[in-house]
């Protein structure tokens, strides 16, 4: 298993700025994952991050929106630009574990952003 | 493309019931198979899994889910729920050998005292 952290835990922001969300893990890890979660919905998977390449968006998400930096096995973050409030969120990130059984992620606490 | 559906969006359940909520998903190989829980204000907790080996899998609190390969379904049960089973439930699905999650829905449960 892995410990995650995530920061802020929550925040408010105002319509046109960036937040950025960071994601610490107390173990290295290769795969990294960003998800989003609106008010009443599942998750959706944002993109995700490998340590050493470019991250990989989902249908629906751009770099441009959500930049995403893995600069190193146990850490990430995720910038979330120019927002508006459709933007407000819980955002979670989670890493991709492999067992001798098979794979899962283990989630952050997530970061719940509401964009006024 | 695959895809987990919860056929049960809403259930609302007195103390001391019993619960079956529904995942199916849509894969035709091997897959991993998950049931998380969000409880009121917290974040996503494992409730269990299942891998491989025995298709009946007991998680946390009470809970278990039958793996159903012939109808693509890993359902969710526990015998008796109680108040503090509130909660919103995901079932999630991943390819083996991937490590991409597909998450179903959820189900919002709502168990009255």
């Known amino acids: 298993s892995a410990v995650i952290s995530q920061k802020p835990s929550r925040d408010i922001c105002q319509r046109g700025t960036s937040l950025t969300i960071q994601c610490q893990v107390d173990?290295?890890?290769?795969?990294m994952f960003w998800y989003r979660q609106q008010p009443g919905q599942s998750l959706t998977l944002i993109a995700t991050a490998n340590q050493g390449s470019e991250a990989t968006y989902e249908s629906g998400f751009v770099i441009d929106k959500f930049p995403i930096s893995r600069p190193n096995l146990t850490f990430s973050t995720l910038t979330v630009s120019n927002m508006s409030p459709e933007d407000s969120s819980i955002y979670l990130c989670?890493?991709?574990?492999?067992?001798?059984?098979?794979?899962?992620?283990?989630f952050g606490p997530g970061t719940r952003l509401t964009v006024l | 493309a695959q895809s987990v559906s919860q056929h049960n969006h809403h259930v609302i359940l007195s103390e001391a019931a019993s619960l079956e909520l529904g995942c199916n998903y849509s894969y035709g190989g091997t897959v991993n198979l998950f049931w998380y829980v969000q409880y009121p204000g917290q974040h996503l907790q494992l409730l269990l899994k299942?891998?491989?080996?025995?298709?009946l899998v007991k998680g946390i609190k009470g809970f278990e889910a039958e793996f159903i390969k012939s109808k693509f379904s890993f359902n969710l049960r526990k015998p008796s729920v109680q108040w503090s089973d509130t909660a919103e439930y995901f079932c999630?699905?991943?390819?083996?050998?991937?490590?991409?999650?597909?998450f179903g829905t959820g189900t919002r449960l709502k168990v009255l005292a």
């Open positions: 299942y891998f491989s080996g025995d298709p």
């Open positions: 989670s890493v991709g574990t492999s067992g001798s059984s098979g794979n899962e992620q283990f």
């Open positions: 173990s290295q890890v290769t795969m």
């Open positions: 999630a699905v991943i390819s083996s050998g991937t490590y991409k999650y597909i």
